[in-house]
């Protein structure tokens, strides 16, 4: 006999733990630069589809998403360093990024044309999409270093709108599947569970680990949460905000591919995919109020328990809007809590 | 001296001038006569988005027999022109759309839309503007009541017919309790209307309602909801890709009864994206995509074959499926309308109102066809025309459809 809850329960924590990616992500850029990303989604699809590319041996459309930002990226610094005179500087901010762009062109060439294994192709992956993420950072959100939330949350609408069209037009609007790293359930008691979900659970507590020990033991880590709390002192203190902002971005969009190699073999990537899923993992992240990293990663898998449950005990029909609907008592709560909103001081 | 009406500005004398005067005003007048000599249809289909699967064919249809026609020199000489926008399987988008193709293109004829929730949404745009639309979904409102709906035809089979397919075999099979779990739009509501009409009278019993997003990735609450009462057969109500996640996900749980789906998955990508979750799995289909194993008198199986042949000449091996006969219906119905019109008297082409009611009475009034769908026969009382001959049961065996019944 099935026991429900049980599998309902798993079933949670299996999307509650690529939520609370998401939402960890979304924290550590919010708290550090003051950007919400809500492109997020669309790295966590990029990567899927680039794996999914390679294995086909087809040269994955990220590249090209590469090569035109590191073209922007050579071009914003060629005009800052002719701005300050400095001419033979402008000549090489305008040509490492080319080069660059040059070699991960011929290297992914390269590799798609060979055969690898199975995790050669997602490391790659995972590798390609993590470089669009200092790129985006880059070309996006180091331009306007001062801008509110609000400028940034619209201009990452307009990144997903165009990661979307280009997901489209690179891979079309079928839904693409990847195989399981290992075939095979295995049993826990009452409950059957597939060898994938026990190795995204797995591959998600790993990453959630690795990054506390990068926060708060590593010399880096502490850097980033000195930015993220005040960014005058960190600048004061020799931490460079600039840098800690990409390593924050880059952070974010290898969180966002990671979950997507981690997915896919489970429910299939299309390139509309991506977006619902980053949104619920962006309301784990309100639950954490944007700021806490350990709330945000509970919040998450709150969500993806409370998906299920409601979707089964409540009504199917509703359960998006049910998932959505918990967004209006979490900001009561913290609203009636903070009357002192004063986080970022510049 | 009088002023000429257009000023010509000419090295030449007076006579090149009054020439060139005379020369422009005789274009002027004369082309839009000559452009207007073009039958112009308004495609709207989700050539991307959720409904991909079915838009996509539809779209390569039109332009397959784009070309077709125009290089048989056009229906009688008046070549064709299917102006095609993509509704991204958006109700919104849809709408725009057919406003654009009715207000800007000064089409003719619509043929709008692959999905019901988008071709319900336009009814209220084509019957105010008094254009006729052609539909590619199923549910059976689209056309009904036909008071309602005199502007808008339907070409595939409606939910109630493939419902009824579905209810019969079920009857033969001696299953009593059905789960239904359906898309959460008027696609699914539309189906769970005309099942709860088609039991009545039978010993079928629904005994599990659940709904789904058509872009969900995670059914497994309702496919337990579903499995959890052992129902003898479950219906799913979605189409190709929606359905073959729940088609999995209920493989994935063990459900052993029958389980059926809708003819929103007569897609070939439908067999890949299921895989062996498919096999044994029963459906409600038009006879094209078990052409081949169709009797040698059927009317249908030469013309489902012809068009079979044709589309993958062009699109590739093993990739027509009914939603792009369903396309090629709707293109058929117009030509013969308009060469029914042609005999019945000549038609203004300039008058783009005159030519659009035209075309509404000839699909009314023409004799019945032969297309790859099944036998067409639109009247006054139904604006779709087909008997059971549109419909055979069909069972994915192996990843591959075969003849049920």
Redesign the interface.
Known sequence: M?D?PL??FF?GLT?GAIYALMALGLVVLYSVTGVINVAIGEFVMISALTVASLRDGSVPGTIYLLIAGLVLWAVYGAIADLRARRAAKALWSLAWPLLAGAVAYLLVLAISRTAMPYLAHIAVAILLTTALGPVAHRVIVQPLPRASALVYLILTIGLHLALTGLG?AFWG???Y?LPPFSQGRLRLGPVLM?HQDIWLLAVSLLLLVLLWWFFSRTLHGKALRAAAVNKLGARLSGISVVRAGRTAFTLQVFLASVAGVL?TPI??M?Y??GF??GLKGFVGAIIGGLSNPLVAVIGAVFVGLA???S??YIS??Y??VLVFLLIIPVLLVRSLQHVDFEEHVE | MTRPAVYVYTKGGKWMRRTLRIGLALLLFLTPAALAQTLRIGAAAA????A??LG?PEANTFRMLQDQINAAGGINGIPVEIIFLDTASDTGQAVTNVNRLIQEEDVHVVICCTISANSLAIIDTVQEAGVPNISLAAAANIIEPVSERQWVFKTPQTDRLMITGIVEDMVAGGMQTLAYLAI?DAYGEGGLNELNTAIQGTDIEVVTI????R?D??V???V??A??GQPDAVLIWGVV?DTA?VVEELA??GYEGQVYVSHGVGNP?FLE?AGEASNGVRLPIGPMIVVDELSADSEIAPVAQAYVDEYEAIYGEGTASTFGGHAWDAVKSIELAVTHAMEQGEIDWNDTEAVRTAIRDSLEAMPAFTGVGGVFDFTAEDHLGLDTRALVIVEIVDGDWTLAR
């Open positions: 099935l429900i599998i309902l079933e999307n489209l609007p079928q839904p599947t597939d997915i429910t299939k299309a509309d995919f619902l899923i998906e299920q449950f979707a089964f199917s029909a359960k998006d | 050539a991307t988005g959720a991909s699967a996509e959460d659940e709904r789904y997003g872009s990735t995670n497994t609450a309702q337990l909801s499995v959890t890709r996640l994935n749980r990508s994206l």
